[in-house]
């Protein structure tokens, strides 16, 4: 009998045990209760999330892969003005993230802050198509000394245009960050098979909405050249329409993290700040005296020392007591001001990005597209080569780079998400430096067919010679843009990953504004005195390539700050709980 019952309590701590494996921690489902592993997230509801990116993207790049076509065309701007007011929206588009984040992560959660973002975005699109339908874009010519010359659309449509464009921005803002933070949640960190597939999930995020956008893109692009704007803005806002239908369609495998913590974590990290700058004037052997009181743990005082003093309660009388914040708090403000060097390193990547859907683009218009009799290339399109070295390198990199790395490094990601950054801006830098050598032999072959005074004349050079700068850039956003994607999802407060996200984005925002600005300031420059400019809107008397060779010493320079300080940088390590 007493066997027997030892038998029991043990297969009951057994069925415990697993239960207790099987309810995921911090997390409950669309109902409220706990959690299952079993019956919730993971690769079930990622893939669901996974779908909603790749339309959203479609929906985006379908905006702007062309916009500068848009505006030089129909609009009637200059290439330089148009650059800037490309550069600009991206920059609003990735800049608005960190407003979507904040209310998400402070207010309203991320599942509710996608489905309300979604009908912002909508209702951009919407309204894109609407002032591309009107007739006075689809008629744009007008009479002009007895002759049909193409006219400038009124000025209350440009208006009309520029909002929706905008509204675009602001369901952009609040979608982007928190639809791949959502995806990253549905696995659990502490268990060690889902902490591995979360690393597989950033490869095979970005690798899914690549492969999605290849085929609509060029079609889209193609459509908008050749057919109607009308049907190329009207696809996206369908698409979106879409995209939110399956969204809530995997509301019932979905996991919801839940707040840890009586204070909100911006609270929490303010008050570190806070705390520090009240205690600024604690002597350094006062901070001493309380890590040796045990007040202060030694650990805590390895990097941004100042932060300590947060630990510490000064009296009047002098002595020294606990203060408010404690070491895991005083450490989460570490983690996030340990990531402001890594982020302003990075911003040189995202200025060479912003010239992808502009001036890669206006080279491209300049050059022999022609396929077949009567199919001309658009432009455009040659973007789709970044996206297929995107689609046939990420499984290369997933395969067969990693697990090679990982034989020789030890380490479950092969390499560190700061290696895998840098390496990517490593590979950016022959980007620039292809792109001005190409620009140069543009230049020479434009000048040796005699067509330099001819801006609308075709350049007798293929558009073929431009695929490298495309596939190359490509491969380097295998290496940065998901390792920055990793990088700031991971090494933020649990609470804030979607700020992380935000954060890196803003990277791309805060490039596309360097960018701008930097073409603002060569237009005025090298432009003065009545010369032609850098940015001539006749590209065969513009120097496109000096601006590559400037970007190509920028990268060097920002490369090289990125290398120093990812060397001292520590890792926000996140323990995984033991099976």
């Known amino acids: 009998m007493g066997n027997g019952s030892e038998e029991v309590v043990v297969v009951e701590e057994e069925e415990e045990e697993e239960h207790r494996d099987d309810v995921v921690d911090g997390a409950v489902d669309y109902r409220g209760g706990c959690a299952v592993r079993s019956k919730s997230g993971s690769w079930r509801s990622a893939w669901f999330i996974i779908g909603v990116e790749v339309a959203e993207r479609i929906a985006y790049y379908g905006i702007q892969g062309n916009l500068i076509s848009y505006l030089t065309g129909p609009l009637h701007q200059s290439t330089a003005t148009a650059a800037e007011n490309v550069n600009v929206w991206s920059g609003t588009s990735s800049l608005l993230p960190l407003a979507g984040a904040f209310l998400a992560d402070s207010r ?18 919407g309204l894109l198509t609407l002032s591309a339908l009107l007739p006075s874009l689809s008629n744009s010519e007008c009479e002009v000394d007895n002759e049909l010359k193409s006219c400038s659309p009124p000025r209350w449509q440009v208006i009309l245009f520029f909002i929706s464009l905008y509204l675009v921005a602001f369901g952009l803002g609040g979608h982007k960050p928190c639809v791949q933070a959502f995806g990253a949640d549905q696995f659990d960190e502490q268990h060690p098979k889902e902490h591995k597939d979360r690393s597989s999930f950033f490869n095979w995020w970005y690798f899914t909405m690549c492969a999605g956008c290849l085929a609509t893109i060029s079609i889209l692009n193609y459509i908008q050249d050749n057919l109607s704007w009308v049907l190329g803005f009207g696809i996206p806002c369908i698409v979106m329409i ?49 890590e040796r009181d045990g007040i202060l743990p030694h650990q805590s005082s390895e990097q941004f020392e100042f932060l300590n003093k947060a630990l510490l309660e000064l009296k009047d009388e002098g002595s020294i007591e606990e203060g408010s914040c404690s070491p895991s708090e005083v450490e989460e403000a570490k983690a996030v001001l340990r990531l402001v060097p890594i982020w302003a390193t990075t911003l040189v990547y995202a200025i060479v990005f912003a010239q992808v859907p502009t001036f890669f683009t206006k080279q491209g218009v300049t050059l022999e597209r022609t396929l077949l009799p009567g199919f001309d290339i658009p ?75 001819e801006p609308n004349a075709t350049v007798p050079m293929s558009i073929w010679w431009l695929i490298p700068q495309y596939m190359l850039f490509g491969i380097s956003e295998v290496f940065t843009m998901v390792g920055l994607q990793e990088f700031f999802y991971d090494q933020v407060p649990n609470e804030l990953r979607s700020v992380g996200l935000a954060l890196y984005l803003s990277i791309f925002g805060v490039g596309s504004f360097i960018s701008g600005f930097l073409i603002s300031v060569i237009e005025n420059v090298t432009g003065k005195d009545g010369d032609d400019s850098w940015f001539a809107n006749n590209l065969n008397k513009a120097h496109l390539d000096y601006f590559y060779w400037l970007l190509a010493a920028l990268s060097v320079m920002g490369l090289a700050l990125f290398t120093c300080f990812s060397k001292s940088y520590i890792y926000n390590n996140k323990g995984i709980r033991p099976q």
Request: hydrophobic letters at 50%; zero cysteines.
């Open 108 to 125: 309203l959660g991320r599942y509710r802050t996608i489905i309300l973002a979604s009908l912002v975005y909508i209702l951009g699109l």
């Open 242 to 290: 879409v995209a939110l239908f399956v969204f809530l369609l995997g509301t019932m495998t979905y996991r919801f993290t839940i707040q840890q913590r009586d204070k909100r974590a911006f609270r929490r990290i303010g008050s570190v700040f806070v705390a520090a700058m009240r205690n600024r004037r604690t002597t350094s052997s006062t901070a001493v005296k309380a």
């Open 379 to 453: 432009p455009a399109s040659l973007q789709t080569f970044t996206t297929t070295a995107i689609v046939l390198f990420s499984p290369i990199y997933d395969r067969l780079f990693v697990p090679a790395a990982r034989a020789i490094t030890g380490k479950p990601s092969g390499i560190t998400m700061l290696q895998r950054i840098g390496t990517g801006i490593f590979i950016s830098v022959f980007t620039v430096v292809f792109a001005a050598l190409v620009e140069t032999k543009r230049l020479k072959t434009a000048q040796e067919s005699g067509v330099v005074d």
